[in-house]
């Protein structure tokens, strides 16, 4: 099956960068559409950005250029580049994949686990 796995979240101060990845594994033949998404605790899971298999892009109001979702399909990743972060932008930061596993014979759509990103003030 496929596999999403989150990295480089991380304590920073306001106004700081930090920069998300998200790698597919598990005999991923294609990633088509792909989202990062964000919950604060005790609030819904939001959309923050999109990329579609061509590389169009999607921004919430909020993060909108602040934030730059982009993509390696060589390597399966996807990345958030996150600056001017604010203390808003505290969250637990979701990748979110439409993948076909090399073995299936439709996409589906596959979660991470989530990587904290927390802004201090």
């Known amino acids: 099956q496929v596999q999403l796995v989150e990295s480089g979240g991380g304590l920073v101060q306001a106004g700081g960068s930090l920069r998300l990845s998200c790698a597919a594994s598990g005999s991923v033949l294609r990633i088509n559409a792909v989202g990062w998404h964000r919950q604060a605790p005790g609030k819904q899971r939001e959309l923050v950005a999109t990329?579609?298999?061509?590389?169009?892009?999607n921004y919430a109001d909020s993060v909108k250029g602040r934030f730059t979702i982009s993509r390696d399909n060589a390597k399966n990743t996807v990345y958030l580049q996150m600056n001017s972060l604010k203390p808003e932008d505290t969250a637990v930061y979701y990748c979110?994949?439409?993948?076909?596993?090399?073995?299936?014979?439709?996409?589906?759509?596959?979660w991470g686990q989530g990587t904290q990103v927390t802004v201090s003030s």
């Open positions: 979110n994949a439409d993948a076909k596993y090399i073995y299936s014979s439709r996409s589906r759509d596959y």
């Open positions: 990329i579609s298999s061509g590389g169009s892009t």
